[in-house]
């Protein structure tokens, strides 16, 4: 609408108003801002409330108010378990504000009660950003949401209706990964629960594939959804009138504070439950390496969670919350020059200040703590933060390169993906390309670098004991990983959390070899919180992730486990749990774990315990092993599995067993599903398409499990 057109006079303005009476003029208002009456009764009374009157009666969880008194119409919800759903949620939030001068209300969607949903704006978009954790599982911020939309009759602020969200319309784009059965599968819940509730979805639902090229998708749909979006709201797209480069935070550099300052500690100071949002110090109990002759490394660690009111189940998941190598601090601050101000106290607030997430860690805090607790300064940097970063570069030359890193999708494939370099070595070998004349010094203000890095996140461990066994003891196994590129051979990449455990252990046992070439890390946490030197003491930052990953609850029931490398984690803790229970004098059923490694002298894990565990569940159990070094050729565990296809078939079919696969989902997790398959046209006499839909079913029945990573 141009300016003409709304153009009144004062006097005209003065006559409406003495003619149509004051009520009438702020109904037509309402109307024309907000495409609704302001005064419908069938309304909850915050929707007619005056900013700051009766403001302490807001549901804080309410969106609506908040978009409403920012006169906001688009909403973006996210779903992020690792943050990259949340780093696209900001990223559609600038490009709208960059197309079109649209502010867009970014939510946490675990910090919105989405029963309000059906009272969205009718001229308001809202967009999802939704990913898949695991097998099909949602992310712990949208579990409310999940539970909402998978009620029998799910219950939003209006009461039961047919279609309460017929008003609503809305963009979705979901994150996932093919190597999973249950592929993108919240999002396509979530779109087509939307969708059966009356929601009308713009456009084609995005589909994005970590597996191959999440960015990409990303970018493809976004591509073809902003024009859609532009109709929507009836706005112009003015983006060569915008700056693309705007900051969620502004960051201030303090010289005196008498405030707490967080030194890397993780979560509100204020909260004494230990949870997700703030991890339990655990005391490490144990550990040991289970590998032997072999450069390779596999941690054995036991935490101690009995004062922490922690508990966990066989097949749950430890989160540890890693922290970075001083090895790649010292590049990141060398290659932005920011050396002299590690331990300079910083504030940081939201440009946006109704944004749900005030801060993205603990404020205030340190650059060094910024570095080496909160950012994950270790991911791999899109094309999108490279051309964020092409105006600071030191020279034109770099600039060149860089730009063309950020423009060249194959080019960032080679130099970023497959190098699996992070960004403060992007810009170094970019520099380095350019030439030794140049300075390789980076001057990115604050505020635009905390927009390259996203919160650094827990890694998630399958738990290798028994709950029933040690209730406050909780183990976890993991490889120490460290690798060589193909691209670049002569350089290792090393693990984040793994190898930030290692020197744990290294510390521990006073083992560190001076012959590998490790990362260093400063294990001692903040504030000594995690390592006293003398003592000889280490905790670990953690909390305990609830799976769905279950041993049957008839405990006579068969049960057949693959799990090849570490895989073995939670089926070691399941061995255990029934041994435990078969000591108690209850009756166990059949259980049957395949194991394969490389060799039985180098890395057949647990091979001490297994002998001990299997003797107390009876003849019928045993572990099947597949050394796949150890013959001509190459034995794995889907070759035993054949091998015993006979007796497992029975099993399944007339014992009513259940099936456990963890480990590799791109191949080993698909190879066993096919090997059941097979089983089923062989020895059950079924066609290939009924053979596939018994595996199906057993997967519906919870009869077929995975815990399994890409």
């Excluded at 001229?123 to 599982?137: K, L, P, Q, R």
């Excluded at 706005?235 to 900051?247: F, K, L």
């Excluded at 970063?389 to 770099?398: F, G, H, Q, S, T």
């Excluded at 960004?423 to 203000?445: C, K, M, T």
Aim: a negative charge.
């Amino acid at each position: 609408m141009s300016q003409r057109n709304v153009t009144v006079h004062t006097k005209e303005v003065l006559l409406l108003v003495s003619a149509l009476g004051l009520s009438t003029v702020a109904y037509m208002a309402a109307k024309f801002f907000f495409g609704r009456s302001g005064t419908n009764p069938s309304r909850p009374e915050y929707l007619v409330t005056q900013p700051g009157k009766n403001e302490e009666n807001i549901d804080p969880l309410n969106f609506l108010y908040v978009m409403e008194k920012q006169n906001r119409k688009i909403a973006i919800f996210f779903g992020s378990q690792t943050g990259t759903a949340e780093e696209y949620a900001k990223r559609i939030g600038k490009e709208i504000k960059h197309r079109f001068n649209v502010t867009a209300q970014i939510l946490d969607i675990e910090h919105c009660d989405m029963k309000y949903l059906d009272q969205f704006p009718e001229d308001g978009v809202a967009i999802f950003v939704m990913a898949t954790y695991g097998e099909g599982e949602p992310t712990d911020n949208a579990q409310v949401f999940w539970e909402l939309l998978h009620g029998p009759a799910p219950a939003f602020s209006l009461g039961h209706q047919n279609k309460p969200l017929e008003h609503l319309r809305y963009f979705i784009f979901g994150l996932g990964n093919s190597s999973y059965v249950n592929f993108n599968w919240v999002g396509k819940c979530v779109d087509e629960k939307l969708t059966a509730l009356g929601a009308s979805r713009i456009g084609a639902r995005g589909i994005g594939d970590d597996d191959k090229s999440l960015d990409d998708d990303f970018e493809a749909w976004l591509e073809e959804t902003l024009p859609l979006f532009g109709d929507e709201i009836d706005v112009s797209d003015i983006s060569s009138t915008s700056s693309i480069h705007d900051t969620s935070y502004t960051v201030i550099e303090l010289e005196n504070c008498d405030a707490h300052v967080y030194h890397g500690e993780l979560g509100d100071q204020a909260q004494t439950a230990w949870d997700v949002k703030k991890p339990y110090p655990a005391a490490i109990t144990a550990s040991r390496d289970l590998v032997s002759n072999s450069d390779r490394h596999c941690l054995h660690l036991e935490v101690d969670i009995g004062e922490s009111g922690l508990t966990y189940t066989t097949g749950d998941h430890l989160a540890v919350w890693p922290t970075n190598s001083e090895t790649e601090i010292q590049r990141l601050v060398r290659v932005f020059g920011l050396e002299s101000k590690l331990d300079t106290i910083i504030s940081i607030k939201p440009v946006d200040e109704t944004a749900s997430r005030k801060s993205p860690f603990p404020e205030l805090t340190t650059y060094r703590a910024m570095f080496r607790h909160y950012l994950d300064i270790r991911q791999l940097p899109s094309r999108q933060v490279l051309q964020m970063l092409v105006p600071y570069c030191p020279a034109p030359e770099i600039s060149a390169i860089v730009q063309r890193f950020a423009n060249d999708k194959d080019e960032h494939r080679q130099v970023v993906i497959e190098a699996v370099r992070n960004l403060p070595e992007v810009l170094e070998y970019a520099a380095d390309q350019a030439g030794s004349n140049f300075s390789a010094v980076y001057a990115v203000p604050t505020d635009v670098l905390l927009e390259c890095f996203s919160r650094l996140q827990p890694r998630y461990y399958s738990i290798s004991s028994s709950s029933s066994e040690t209730p406050n003891k909780v183990t976890l196994t993991a490889v120490n990983l460290k690798f060589h590129p193909k691209p670049t051979p002569d350089r290792t990449v090393f693990g984040v959390n793994t190898s930030y455990l290692w020197a744990i252990h290294s510390a521990l046992h006073s083992s560190a070899d001076e012959n590998e070439q490790l990362p260093s890390y400063a294990i001692e946490g903040p504030n000594n919180l995690y390592y006293d030197s003398e003592l000889k003491v280490a905790k670990l930052p953690i909390h305990i992730r609830h799976s769905t990953f279950r041993l049957p609850a008839d405990i006579r029931l068969p049960v057949i486990m693959i799990g090849p490398g570490t895989g073995v984690a939670p089926f070691r803790g399941f061995v255990r749990e029934r041994a435990f229970q078969k000591s108690q004098g209850r009756e166990v059923g059949t259980t049957v774990l395949f194991f394969g490694c490389r060799r039985s002298d180098e890395d057949f894990l647990y091979k001490d315990e297994w002998p001990d565990l299997f003797n107390t569940l009876g003849t019928s159990s045993r572990i099947i092993t597949a050394f796949s070094r150890e013959t001509n050729e190459k034995v794995y565990v889907q070759h035993r599995l054949r091998e015993n296809g006979k007796e497992i078939w029975d099993m399944v079919y007339n014992k009513g067993a259940y099936i456990y696969v963890c480990g590799d989902a791109r191949y080993m997790a698909k190879d066993v599903q096919q090997t059941f398959v097979e089983f089923a046209m062989l020895h059950g006499g079924y066609s290939e398409v009924d053979a596939e839909n018994y595996v199906k079913l057993l997967r519906d029945k919870n009869r077929y499990q995975e815990d399994v990573w890409a």
